[in-house]
């Protein structure tokens, strides 16, 4: 089956230039001597994350345990559980699996560390635990200094419990240009500076986990850092582009659309609007930036979407749209997109050679 | 079970404002003559659906092939799909469906028709269709007058279809403030000349299709509209709340979450954030307006989403959020919520008494 025969709206990986996204990160890590423990939030999928495992991933990075869940499908050695876990009804579903993967959960409080510690010895398994940072996110961690230290030195006295080391997530460095190389610098003094703190306090941390896509190729930067967990790189998005870590050529992942509307003059409608790219717009980018790019005519502008209506204004464009027509949008959050389809489809050229079910899509909790 | 002990992030539905809210259209349309035939795309559940139906409305609304499909679940005897169907892989679908109910499109192109009447022609079945006019969203809809009445004269000559009326969406009413008032007098005239002018055309339109939910209860002020497809009213929401349509507490979809993170003074972390809410924004409005509506404290304002956390700045709070809390957010926009989630619970008080699969979740083609 061709792509153009899908019906739409429909998500299409490029398997090229994603091998290629899987293969540069992959060598990148291996050349800097990084673990490469990629976020599957991205793809969703256990078997492209087995492509990744196979492509030498320590291990997986997920954001909820009924991600854990189906990423166990891909037989990782390995899960890193980066949210703090609260409550007994997921404790009960983690300690299961760790019966099947060693599991490390990256956490930002005694109270959290403590339920988990009672739910590791109570169903006798062991867990890691990385103590979370904030590097200048402010989103989830403790600060570095005191607060890290107190933490650090509840998390060695629980049981059940191995202290692994730190992670943090940088995402506050997007654009690297002169100030986001600053930021990086900053980052790179900061990072050390918590390891040298910890040591001095008695506590080695094996694990300096950190690491996003925006800021990936740069990681070797950050010198104590051992770790990166990029997510979006398997498919690059939008947002990757604009931010410079990307050229739009190397976007794997676009949403097919059909022309379903051509009634306002200087304005087509296509089959997907918010729900199916979700209404994420340009990260650090107003409305105007529109919901992604449109590979047909590059003049065309997606000013607008309603759930099912993607507003595309075509005054500037030299293509004639027609009803029935197909357009190929890269969207610009593809996690948040590949979110809402149950299936994803893989091209070789023109050629659909894949079907995927998005697996671990929508597992909230 | 108590709500307070479903696992986070869930989309819970109170049962007794729920039934309050689709009591109060039901009646509305009943005295003002006026058929109901509600939007599913709020709820996307058959079984809320059949309450629907119960209670009179005349038939079923849905955007996608996929949602008739699952809506047949209900056993409605009608089925409007109130969006242009393109292509052989969805008009297969269709037809199969229009097997089961009486199905009629809304549509705004002789393309579509022609393709629609083909496939009718093909399967021996009679679909019903809509004229689609453009009323002053700028979405889909041909423009009153001549374009209409070539529409109008085309379908009407399509065998396999039979021409039922018109529709339109009259999405840009929706503050009932003096400006919104005047705009439903236009429209009010607007539908009127419509109506006149098919009729002096020699076409009669049984069915005048509009409405939405933050006009609904006005819908009586434009006189020659018929029917009515409000979908939110269900459930209402912060947007429905914000345009003075509802209050607060007419809101009967909540996401209840988990605080998992206090790390950073002032602010609490929980559970949900784009993908348990969708990126949704105010309607109308600024970042600055929020994602949700936090119950527990109004002076709790839900600043920011990722995808997994939800950033809300507690510092005006007087309530002292700890790890493990619950809160319950009411969503900006549920019909996105909605389709983000598996299930829903709906609830009587504080007990929950009853578990729905969103069954049409992202039933995108």
């Known amino acids: 089956m061709l792509v153009w025969e899908l019906d739409t709206p429909a998500l299409v990986v490029d398997l090229d230039i994603m091998e290629q996204n899987l293969r540069r990160a992959a060598e990148y890590a291996a050349a800097h001597d990084l673990r490469l423990r990629p976020h599957t939030k991205t793809h969703k999928s256990p078997e492209l994350a ?3 495992l196979a492509l030498g991933a320590a291990g997986l990075t997920v954001a909820k345990v009924g991600e854990a869940e189906v990423m166990l499908g891909a037989g990782p050695a390995d899960l890193l559980l980066a949210y703090p876990v609260i409550g007994a009804a997921k404790l009960r579903r983690l300690v299961k699996v760790a019966r099947s993967a060693r599991v490390t959960v990256a956490l930002d409080s ?8 009672d739910a590791a010895r109570d169903a006798a398994v062991s867990l890691g635990v990385l103590a979370e940072v904030d590097v200048g996110v402010g989103r989830v961690g403790v600060t570095p200094g005191r607060e890290l230290r107190d933490l650090v030195r509840g998390l060695a006295s629980l049981p059940g419990l191995e202290f692994e080391g730190i992670a943090f997530y940088p ?6 240009d002169e100030a986001g190389m600053k930021a990086l610098d900053v980052l790179d003094r900061l ?17 300096v986990s950190g690491g996003s896509t925006p800021a990936l190729y740069h990681s070797h930067r950050v ?12 498919f690059n998005d939008r947002n990757t582009a604009a931010c410079g870590a990307c050229d739009a050529s190397d976007c794997a992942a676009f949403v097919l659309a059909t022309v379903v509307s051509t009634a306002r003059p200087g304005q087509i409608i296509i089959d997907g ?4 790219f979700s209404s994420d717009r340009l990260a650090g980018a107003g409305d105007e930036a529109g919901y992604g790019l449109v590979l047909e005519d590059p003049r065309a502008v997606f000013v607008k979407m309603n759930e099912e209506h993607g507003f595309v204004d075509v005054r500037a464009c030299d293509t004639h749209f027609r009803i029935g027509d197909r357009v190929r949008v890269i969207p610009n959050h593809v996690c948040t997109a590949v ?10 050229g023109e050629e659909v050679v894949a079907e995927w079910r998005v697996e671990a899509r929508g597992k909230l909790q």
Not at 110 to 117: F, G, H, K, R, V
């Open 223 to 234: 010198t104590a850092m051992n770790e990166i967990r990029p997510g979006t790189y398997i």
């Open 50 to 52: 087995q492509r990744q």
């Open 273 to 276: 609007g918010s729900k199916t």
């Open 110 to 117: 005694l109270t959290t560390a403590t339920e988990l510690s």
């Open 191 to 207: 990072v050390h500076s918590i390891v040298a703190d910890l040591r001095r306090d008695g506590f080695e941390a094996p694990i």
């Open 339 to 348: 979110n809402l389809h149950e299936t994803m489809y893989g091209i070789r």
């Open 171 to 176: 995402g506050h460095i997007r654009r690297l």
